[in-house]
């Protein structure tokens, strides 16, 4: 199994931009699609952005397309996602997860994999 830690997050002002990066060790990453969720306050955890396992397929949550980009880097088994524009509402806890299949989806089922988190705040 994958493990996977995420970092980047902070505090921004709106408009502004922040690159999170999700590390990964053990076996599997170059094999596995990968995503990004977050969970905003007091919310369930939504669907952000997903990668297939080779990186030439993507597929964004309406909310971001445009503005979020996410990418890999199969060589340094790191996912990344590229936030900019930064809006209030994009401030939550944002997670990688690795997905039990190379092809992207946008169903929290089907990662079997997740790290901790990292805290995004946007505010003035």
């Known amino acids: 199994q994958v493990q996977l830690v995420e970092s980047g997050g902070g505090l921004v002002q709106p408009g502004g931009s922040l690159r999170l990066s999700c590390a990964a060790s053990?076996?599997?990453?170059?094999?596995?699609?990968m995503g990004w969720f977050r969970q905003p306050p007091g919310k369930e955890r939504e669907f952000v952005a997903t990668i297939s396992w080779i990186g030439g397929s993507t597929y964004y949550a309406d909310s971001v397309k445009g503005r979020f980009t996410i990418s890999r880097d199969n060589a340094k088994n790191t996912l990344y996602l590229q936030m900019n524009f930064l809006k209030p509402e994009d401030t939550a806890v944002y997670y990688c997860?690795?997905?039990?299949?190379?092809?992207?989806?946008?169903?929290?089922?089907?990662?079997?994999?997740w790290g901790q988190g990292t805290q995004v705040t946007v505010a003035s």
């Open positions: 997860a690795a997905a039990s299949s190379r092809y992207y989806s946008d169903d929290d089922g089907i990662y079997d994999s």
């Open positions: 053990g076996r599997g990453f170059s094999d596995s699609a």
